[in-house]
């Protein structure tokens, strides 16, 4: 068949169906990148190969295992995929109207300042940045602060005689909102076993939601920035300063937030 004969088979609806599937295909990819679901999708696509090659060649019994498997593939699927459905449609029930929830070049240099100052005291801190996703769900075992974001508070919160420094604060809209907030804890059995607590729970909280989760581990003096479900241990203040800028200040140019927090020190 001539190419031009098999186009003028085409409509204007299959153009829009192949990219709706694209786009789904898309958004599911970037949902379960970097989580153990796909190792899960991987087994799933072996189970099926499996039972081709019975189907093909006829084994009987090997066919009528994974015909009784695969005959409850639905029920498995939301079993399996749970925490990941979830998160999906979180992601397609999020308002169409943009939250103005970025994070500004000084706010962002009061955090980073903080946490390097708790490292290198050995002081565990976990600093939840709201984007996107609401996180009432997550913050009423915490206490309302809404106060203006600096350093100097976040450091007392996080300080071993604080009631509160064990709970994670919840900086919203510039200001720490929470404090004291008790996150859900990862369910994934690969994670390392040398996180603790605080970094199980930052893992838990991103897995759920679009939120940014910052971690300073007492027993190491390191920090992690942890997003989508997952963890990145941060080299210096540069690393960290590129991060956030990444994330909340995408238009800026790439030395500005390090140059504007090295002038004012």
Known sequence: MPMFDLFSYFRWQDVVDILVVAFVIHQLISVIRGTRSVQMVLGLGILTLVYFFASVFDL???????????????????????????????????SPFHRNTDTTEKELEEIIRTLFYLAKRRIGALVVIERETNLGDFIESGFK???RLTKELLISIFMPVSPLHDGAVLISNGRIQHAGCILPLTQNPYINKRFGTRHRAAIGL??????VV??????TQEISLVR??????????????????????????????????????
């Open 60 to 94: 009987a019994t090997l066919k009528w295992i994974m015909q009784t498997f695969l005959s409850s593939i639905l029920l498995i699927v939301i079993i399996v995929f749970q925490q990941d459905i979830r998160r999906a449609l979180t992601q397609v029930g999020k």
């Open 145 to 147: 602060l809404d106060a």
């Open 206 to 211: 991103t897995e759920e939601t679009d939120a």
């Open 214 to 219: 910052l971690v300073v581990s007492e027993e």
């Open 228 to 265: 989508h479900g997952a963890l990145t241990t941060i080299d210096g203040e540069i690393s960290l300063g590129n991060n956030l800028r990444a994330i909340f200040i995408p238009k800026q140019s790439s030395g500005g937030l390090w140059k504007n927090w090295m002038a004012k020190r």
